[in-house]
């Protein structure tokens, strides 16, 4: 069992900046690929970032990409998604997803591909 607890949310203005933190307990962290997805009221769950395990490669949706950046600490099981000049459209609940499984063709941005889900956290960019 993996628990993945997100913080960081709140309400910004336009152009403002938040990083959103994902704390992850109860298994190795190491070895989990990351994702981060966002969900707008009346939308679907949709892709923002992605990165593996070690690193080594991110992956982002074009809405964000040159604005957001995913990160991750190992030594301190933590995933960051770093988000600048942010627009209203930004506005949705954000969930931090691991997988713990080999990786798979297309596995980023895909929700099936992702084992376990926090809870979310709120982000609200007013205009």
């Known amino acids: 069992q993996v628990q993945l607890v997100e913080s960081g949310g709140g309400l910004v203005q336009a152009g403002g900046s938040l990083r959103l933190s994902c704390a992850a307990s109860g298994r190795t962290f190491s070895s989990y690929a990351m994702g981060w997805f966002r969900q707008a009221p009346g939308k679907e769950r949709e892709f923002v970032a992605a990165v593996t395990w070690s690193g080594s490669s991110t992956y982002y949706a074009d809405s964000v990409k040159g604005r957001f950046t995913i990160s991750r600490d190992n030594p301190k099981r933590t995933v960051y998604l770093q988000m600048n000049s942010l627009k209203p459209e930004d506005t949705a609940v954000y969930y931090c997803?691991?997988?713990?499984?080999?990786?798979?063709?297309?596995?980023?941005?895909?929700?099936?591909?992702?084992?376990?889900w926090g809870q979310g956290t709120q982000v609200s960019v007013s205009s």
């Open positions: 997803a691991a997988r713990t499984r080999l990786l798979s063709p297309g596995w980023a941005s895909q929700i099936y591909e992702y084992d376990y």
